[in-house]
């Protein structure tokens, strides 16, 4: 197959941009894979809502920005936050044509809900389903553009560059499609592009505790790490301080910081609310904070989990703003008017990434990232809430400008097909499994919140061994999802413990109790 522009992902980031380029160029073709159904993403869980200033009397792009360079610890990229904050408004007004809903209030203004780290309220939201509202309206504005293809229940194996194409002699690293899993007749395709966007989100699922669905898998930027694009910034792993507790398995459902913003107090099991004693703001602290308190409340207390508490909140408004928190708690047993929501923090969000400069460009030529799956230098060391929606819409505004200014040529390369002479279709799912587990404990035990040198070495040594039986099931099976994300899962890891052991100082969601914080 041959296109035009190819997309990896159908999230807020791959949609945006794909939706752009398509009404710019009716005569060329957007190819978008996508490994579930088609609106199947983080985007589609999100519920907090975008961090933008639209109220201009009481908030101010100003007061944005600082709030974004204090959670993001000094690492930010200051060029990038102004960029990104000032271009919100923008995108929003696009976001509100291709008809997305956002709550308003009796005088017909956004009504704009708070959470960690801001300093006003400005978070625009649907209810507390902003994210599935997002994704609706741009599924919806994707059907109406013929020149987009949408194909659901493909996986995106490998980029195609250079290293694949016998005599192709330019020195300049450059992408020309890549090798995709038709999941439903097992085949492997090769889709060759003249440009291509990985949009194929965060990591979650590399943690066994995650507030992330299971296709956030890490698998661009193993992707783009395989074919040598940079990679930054990966020790900082955003873990969500509450995500609902369960005893039994591992609950991923999200409790949003918005209820924090809404008024709800953390609370250990003696009832005490501990926050005030870590941080003046309490409950709305940076995230990194209020998750590296709980850590060290439940290793103090030795407890499993602490509490959230909504039972003095104005309940009618409470499930007006939070229905489906609300619904889903009491599915759980939880009646948030008189019980107390049990919390933990999970992984949650990828600060790092695949590195991109301002048109969203990464290392490789005519390879693009954006999105969760990319480090643009907005979040620095930890992100700020709901910043991360706007992140995307704002960068693939700015891929979409950048190519249609210098249109993407049409390279003549001949692609081999995918190889895979000699691999059996292997018999040993328990293996997988097995793996997976025990890279998601190692991840869990060794890698979490809270790191030391010698954890992480230990790590190294752990996942060492774990690559290794891995790979031998790569090199003699035939392809499947599950071996794919694995072995994506396993780079990702590899990442994120190299980078933290050559992190030296404690940064935002970064912490090891072996660096002094600076
Ligand atoms: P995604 O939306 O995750 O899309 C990635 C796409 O790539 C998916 O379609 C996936 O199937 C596809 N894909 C992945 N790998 C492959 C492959 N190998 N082949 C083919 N396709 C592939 N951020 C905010 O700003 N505000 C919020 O309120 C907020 N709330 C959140 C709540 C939850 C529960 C979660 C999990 C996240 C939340 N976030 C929030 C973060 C935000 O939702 C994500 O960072 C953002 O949606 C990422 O968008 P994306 O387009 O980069 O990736
Ligand atoms: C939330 O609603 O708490 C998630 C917001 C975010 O991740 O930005």
Redesign the pocket.
């Known amino acids: 197959m041959t296109t035009d522009y190819l997309v990896i992902g159908s999230g807020i980031a791959g949609l945006t941009f794909s939706v752009k380029i398509a009404e710019k160029f009716p005569n060329k073709n957007i190819v978008i894979v996508t490994k579930a159904s088609e609106d199947e993403s983080n985007t589609k869980y999100?519920?907090?809502g975008v961090a933008i200033v639209s109220n201009k009397e009481e908030d101010s792009f100003k007061k944005h920005i600082k709030d974004t360079l204090i959670a993001g610890d000094g690492l930010c990229r200051e060029d990038v936050v102004e960029m990104v904050i000032k271009e919100g408004p923008e995108r929003l007004k696009e976001l509100l044509l291709w008809g997305a809903n956002f709550d308003v209030n009796d005088t017909g203004k956004f009504d704009l809900g708070k959470?960690g780290g801001h300093s006003e309220y400005r978070i625009i939201h649907h209810k507390d389903i902003t994210g599935y509202e997002i994704e609706r309206a741009l599924l919806s504005k994707a059907h109406q553009l013929p020149n987009i293809s949408i194909l659901p229940h493909h996986f995106a194996i490998d980029l195609v560059t250079n290293h694949h194409i016998r005599d192709y002699n330019s020195k300049k690293l450059t992408c020309f499609g890549a090798y995709v899993l038709d999941q439903k007749s097992g085949k492997i395709r090769t889709i060759k592009a003249n440009s291509t966007l990985l949009a194929s989100g965060g990591i979650g699922c590399v943690y066994g505790h995650t507030t992330n669905p299971v296709i956030a898998t890490g698998d661009g930027i193993a992707m783009a790490y395989r074919a040598k694009a940079r990679i930054k910034d990966m020790e900082f792993v955003q873990f969500?301080p509450t995500a609902l507790y369960e005893a039994k398995g591992e609950s991923s459902f999200?409790i949003?910081?918005?209820v924090r913003g809404f008024g709800a107090y953390l609370r250990n099991k003696k009832g005490y609310r501990f926050m005030p004693d870590y941080d003046e703001r309490a409950e709305l602290a940076s995230r990194d904070i209020v998750s590296q308190s709980i850590d060290s409340e439940l290793k103090k207390s030795g407890e499993a989990h602490v509490y959230l508490d909504c039972t003095h909140l104005d309940m009618d408004a409470f499930i007006n703003h939070f229905p489906n928190i609300y619904k889903e708690c009491l599915e759980h047993h939880i009646d948030i008017k008189a019980d107390w929501i049990p919390v933990v923090p999970a992984s949650?969000?990828l600060c790092g990434g695949i590195e991109v400069n301002k048109k969203g460009m990464t290392t490789i030529n005519s390879l693009f990232a954006c999105g969760e799956c990319s480090r643009t230098g907005l979040h620095g060391a930890n992100?700020l809430?709901?910043?991360?929606l706007l992140e995307a819409l704002v960068y693939a505004h700015n891929i979409y400008k950048y190519q249609s200014e210098i249109q993407c040529k049409s390279v003549n390369v001949d692609i081999p097909d995918w190889n895979d002479e000699g691999t059996t279709i292997t018999k040993e799912h328990v293996l997988i499994q097995h793996n997976l587990k025990q890279l998601q404990a190692l991840m869990r035990d060794y890698v979490g919140i809270v790191r030391s040198n010698k954890r992480l070495k230990r790590a190294i040594t752990h996942l060492d061994l774990i690559y290794e039986e891995v790979e031998d099931l790569y090199r003699e099976s035939k392809l499947t999802t599950s071996l794919c994300e694995l072995r994506n899962m396993i780079n990702v890891a590899h990442l994120i413990i190299r980078q933290s052991l050559d992190r030296f100082e404690n940064k935002g969601g970064y912490y090891n109790m072996d660096n002094v914080k600076h």
């Open positions: 999100a519920q907090g959470e969500h999200l949003s910081e918005a949650h969000y992100r809430a709901s910043n991360s």
